[in-house]
């Protein structure tokens, strides 16, 4: 085998990677990327129900309810607009009302939302910031500002 | 008064690193022995002042000086001695000054244990190891300095997020910055490399060492990273695919990459500037890693609010490192030439083989995880990268190269013959392919791909098996001779043995757990039972427990498998009061081949608890495995041949030397 052979194996087998690479990664975007809305987005722009999505605000106080042993229902809200999340199993340990939250799963045909996995925030200062956008856009909320309480009232 | 002595100490620090970064290269370029031997002097005196600063730093944690903003803001003086410690680095301010710390320890370490290196060379490194401690002390100094004062000091201090309290979590960030700026030594080397114009066997086998301690460390830091999620997360899962997860996996799986490549140009002087390259990659993951972790651009489980300043200079120091080495490559490796001519088919080409498909690999994470940043920051929708996209495309790139792992070290140099590799590998195929029927014969549940997955973790082994026999002349000799061959045989060997098989016992692992996993959520009044897999769990009884500074909720639970009683397993959800926070403690009963995973949620105001059990088979072997493979390093890291070989280096060639 020639040098230029020899090089011409390895360019077509690194391209044939890459091409596979590239192809996986092409496909796998299609179907396997969440879209983040706020309550006020799944409105606004009339989400399909049924399609895999992700919501975000802050849990409503005096809004959590259990619904049977082992499922729970909150309500979230970017103080525009509430959304009902219906959640099976055991929430996360920095899930508490009146703080940021993100929940995955699906939109029912009569608007509320099954989640799947319920993500809290992380500790005192954090808020998801997809969650902080959409409050800074439904202008409740600016940076560096204490939050308000969920329920309208700003209380410390 | 001492943390002003610590805050003083970081700044002398930043000034010495200054007089690192500049004179040595100075030295190195007039050939002046007395400039260069600045580097050595400047590498140890900066290693003590920031170990200085760091250190007074730990005491103000340990002794609870509230007058410090850091230590009020992130300890409490109720906390156990061993959080207090580890509450240094669990916060951004304290963990940069770690991460400086280990920068400056491997350059003392090249300075202490580099006297076999050329001066220039070291002058060099030690110059690039200052300038990237120039960047990063400099940052500290300007964004966040972790000495600042409360005034006044308050009683006490607001504690530390109790999903850090945790002897995994204590531990994690040490070994995992050890290896992300362990591979700055790798990044120093190549620049080095570049600035002289070039690579030789020498230069590769100085630059493995620090790789594969780089490579052991971030190993170990992120098994330990994903064993703290499989425990305290409360999910039962162990990798979630999360952004600062993807953070530490892009930078092994090129550092991965670099290890195998520079066997190559260390044995045969070929792909020198792809090795170079890797280099700088690997170093620049790191980079990005940091970037992504402590600039908060990331909507992560790990990420805490910071200030938008950091990001911006985080950034800037991302952009000057990774641009300006990318064009100093460009301009002085067509200058590195080539050696060793090889077939497509040899030790040479299974290694590019390797190489490309991690390169293939960390690039399908790079897009998965910075995709959505991009789409953001262009003003496009909010979206989120999961693990069905992992899913769709690193496993399908690391198959082949899983397939391919025994094959490349049975292949000779230069021009392999396959048909005799394979040969060799008859007993691995065969034993593969009985274990893919048993368990599709055998087990009813789960996908039929597990079968398969469980056939590719045997090979791995076997195959890992099968090299070293051959090696040892395992069957074909007495057992005296395999005895002694085997204590002769390089260590590099046996490390590269346990490596391979540990990567197959973690393979088994992640097929198992993913295939045969049972869940049960359910919810039991005091009394009631219920079942998972083959096993009956009944809750007895719920308590409280009065822990250091927490308070749990216990579940006192009893367990039994076909009538045998197993005794109790008590999952916690522990009440951190100082933080108002809640931790989920699992309780997790191992037999080394499964485990059974208890957790405890709360009262669910019908009068029962919300129990959430798992049996996740074969999940201790991925941790098991993980380990294998840092012990290999490890092995491997005390080969010989990195310090008897190592001061032979080839004599310089007037053709290579570059324009100076």
Known sequence: ?156 | MIAELGHFALILALAVALVQMVVPMIGAHRDDEALMGVANKAALVQFVLIGFAFAVLVHAFVTSDFSLKLVADNSHSAKPLIYKISGVWANHEGSMVLWVLILALYGALVAFFGANLPSALRARVLAVQGSIGVAFIGFILITSNPFMRLMPAPFEGRGLNPLLQDPGLAFHPPFLYAGYVGLSMAFSFAIAALIEGRVDASWARWVRPWTLGAWVALTIGIAMGSWWAYYTLGWGGYWFWDPVENASLMPWIVATALLHSAIVAEKRGALKSWTILLAIFAFSLSLIGTFLVRSGVLNSVHAFASDPMRGVVILGIVTVFIGGALVLYGWRAPALKAEGMFAPMSREGALIVNNLLLSAAGVAVFIGTLYPLFLDALGGPKITVGAPFFNMTFVPIMLPLLILVPLGPLLGWKRADLVAALERLMGAGALAVLVSLCVFAFVSEGPWLAALGMGLATWLVVGAFTEFAARIALFSGPLTTSLRRARLLPRAQWGMAFAHGGLGILVAGLVGMTAWQSELVTALKEGESATVADYTLTLEKVGLRQGPNYEALVGVIRVKKDGKDLGFMMPEKRRFPVERQEKTEAAIRTNGMSDLYVVIGDDNGHGGYTIRAYVNPFAPWIWGGAIIMAFGGLISLTDRRYRVGAPTRARLRPQSQPAQ
């Open chain 1, 1 to 156: 085998m020639t040098r230029k052979q020899r090089r011409a194996t390895f360019i077509l087998l690194s391209l044939a990677i890459l091409g596979m690479a590239a192809g996986l990664v092409l496909y796998a975007m299609r179907d396997n990327i969440v879209f983040f809305y706020s309550p006020s987005d799944i409105i606004e722009k009339s989400v399909t129900p049924g399609s895999r999505i992700r919501i975000g605000g802050m849990v409503e106080n005096g809004s959590l309810k259990n619904t049977s042993p082992t499922s729970i229902e909150f309500n979230v809200t970017d103080y525009a607009k509430t959304m009902r999340v219906a959640y099976t199993g055991i929430l996360p340990d920095l899930f508490r009302e009146g703080q940021g939250v993100v929940a995955e799963g699906t939109l029912q045909p009569d608007g509320s939302f099954v989640a799947d996995t319920v993500l809290a925030k992380h500790d005192e200062k954090y808020m998801p910031p997809e969650v902080a956008e959409s409050l800074k856009k439904a202008g409740r909320w600016k940076e560096g500002e204490e939050m308000p309480a969920p329920d309208g009232a700003y209380t410390k």
